[in-house]
């Protein structure tokens, strides 16, 4: 199609403002979906994005649209993540479009995403269409919002488009908007072939499937094609778009979204950001790559029958096809035994990968407590890194531990100053600034609750260590502030600090997958309590089973897990007191000498505890 009439954009808003909604209704109108085929969240392919309500993967369509003109428009459509651990989601397809629709929730109003993706989309220079959505709702103020975001965002009062999702007013506008005001894709038609890879999947009979953005020339089915940055050759078995399903074509020309299927059956051959040639008559530079997301978040994953290890490496590299920020590297543990230490971007995103590898692979794993990486400078000044409790040195060969720390930006009612501070305050944060924003009315629910709450918006800024925020630190935030407050951030770099490591014991072997990392000043608080925990959840055996908290030889905390004791006395009806001290005597030998040699099983259970420790 003649680029002049092609627009490619997506959809970018914080969590639950309504994108996969607009999203359906854009496919509505378009006709890419037959009202009797449409579903809510249609483009949320994914079983677990139905049940969690989220969008976890972008997902492009093509939609032919023809306004007044009569001149037939191609527009790809990219809806996108809204939880800020997708967002190498959201920063791969804006690399994929020359537009941005901004969907801002007219009740809620400016968020801590609504931010973290508006700045994403200018690194990109992308045109940027301000929506304010959900206009429908009883407690909707669209005149506010569109204020807000005009003063915020720069943008002229006549830019901003008001529309409702779930209803469909305003939409016809946002189609009007995208066509006149996002340009058409820069490209070169008779220049060779570029084509970045901003997606992909494998399919066991097509191979690697890449989606990809065509830049540069044109690809037909059956063209040789080769990967500039990893060097391997393929054939293209099918080329085609998305509307929503893969339908194949002919070609995919310049400024077109689509996907080409490589045939190749190596999953790492065809990775994320690279860039897509002919081998015949190919182009010499590629399109500059993505930048790699770096690990936040590490835990480790085990299959619960060791014969699946295999399985386990298979499906991993498979998913990290279809999630380019996901890491692994093979590990051994003594209580789990082997197994792989995997890298996310954050605790959603590690739940979501165990869920998926769990449902789509038929896997039955055990996951150990997450963990951020350490950087640890020893004594002969060497640094290592540490991103597994277990294989943290030995205490007394260590000169410093720094841990990572992030630029952490909380927006919420200024009448929630107080618990957010004494929050933060709590996991070591140190504060930086805040600002206010404007006036906001904050209206409750029906029957009854919080009606109106009159105040400020604020925004607030610390420097906290990632591993505080790490595990329940949202969900803190959000009952404090009554589900108002929201957040964003970014890693910072490293810093020192009082860091130990915390071991656990059981029957007096440290079980390193329920080692943990801690702050020294919490160590003996934080011990206490797991291994309180550790005792109720550990079954009872036939011998008396120790659970202590350790840092180095210097026991900190100890909880006993009683034996089952078998009655032996039951047989005996009176008679002389030495036959009843021998039977209780033999039975004390035979319990010291079942805990010298038996093996206390630790359920998952026991693993999930550690992220359940209160702070």
Known sequence: MDPRFIRNFCIIAHIDHGKSTLADRLLQLTGAVSDREMTEQHLDSMDLERERGITIKAHPVRLDYTPASGQRYQLNLIDTPGHV?????????????????????????????????????????????????????KAAEPE????????????????????????GTGVPQVLEAVVNRVPMPKNRPDAPLRALIFDSHYDPYKGVVAYVRVFDGAVKAHDRIRL???????????????????????????GEVGY???????????????????????????????????????????PS????????????????????????????SVALGPGFRCGFLGL????????????????????????????????????????????????????????????????????????????????????????????????????????VAQGMRVLLGYKVPLSEVLVDFNDQLKSRTQGYASMDYDLVGYETGKLVKLDILV?????????????????????????????????RQMFEVPIQAAI???????????????????????GDITRKRKLLEKQAEGKKRMRRVGRVEIPQEAFLSILKVSR
Not at 236 to 245: I, K, S
Not at 316 to 329: M, P, R, T, Y
Not at 564 to 570: E, G, H, N, P, T
Request: glycine share 8%.
């Open 305 to 332: 029958d060791g014969e699946e290890y295999g399985e386990l490496r298979e499906s991993l590299e498979k998913l990290q096809l279809n999630d380019a920020a996901l890491s692994f590297e093979p590990e051994q």
């Open 507 to 539: 029957n007096s072997e440290p079980v390193d997958a329920l080692s943990i990392i801690v702050h020294r000043e919490r160590a003996f608080e934080q011990g206490r309590e797991l291994v309180f925990k550790l005792k109720e959840l550990i079954p």
């Open 552 to 574: 180095g030889g210097k026991i900190l905390a100890r909880e006993t897990i009683r034996a089952i004791r078998k009655d032996v006395l039951a047989k005996c009806y009176g």
């Open 228 to 254: 500039m940055a990893k060097g391997s050759q393929g054939e293209a078995q099918e080329v085609g778009v998305f509307r929503p399903q893969q339908i194949g074509v002919d070609a995919l020309s310049a």
């Open 85 to 137: 651990d997708f967002t190498y989601e959201v920063s791969r397809s804006l690399a994929a479009c020359e537009g941005a629709l901004l969907v801002v929730d007219a009740s809620q109003g400016i968020q801590a995403q609504t931010l973290a993706n508006v700045y994403l989309a200018l690194e990109r220079d992308l045109v940027i269409i301000p929506v304010v959505n959900k206009i429908d709702m």
């Open 348 to 451: 959603l995103h590690m739940d979501v990968v165990q869920e998926r590898l769990e449902r789509e692979y038929n896997l039955n794993l055990l996951a150990t407590s997450p963990s951020v990486q350490y950087k640890v400078t020893l004594n002969d000044g060497t640094v290592v890194e540490v991103a597994n409790p277990a294989e943290m040195p030995e205490p007394h060969t260590i000169s410093e531990i720094a841990e990572p720390w992030l630029n952490l930006t909380i927006l919420a009612p200024d009448s929630y100053i107080g618990p957010i501070m004494e929050l933060v305050k709590a996991r070591r944060g140190e504060y930086k600034r805040m600002e206010y924003i404007q006036s906001v009315g904050l209206s409750g629910g029906e029957g009854g609750g919080l009606q």
């Open 144 to 167: 506010r919002v569109a204020a807000e975001v005009c003063r915020t965002f720069g943008f002229r009062d006549d830019e901003v488009i008001f529309a409702s999702g779930k209803d």
């Open 260 to 302: 080409i299927a490589t045939g190749l059956k190596a999953v790492g051959d065809a990775p994320v950001g690279d860039t897509v040639t002919l081998v015949q008559g190919g182009a010499d530079e590629p399109l500059a790559p993505y930048r790699p997301m770096k690990p936040m978040v590490f835990a480790g994953f085990y």
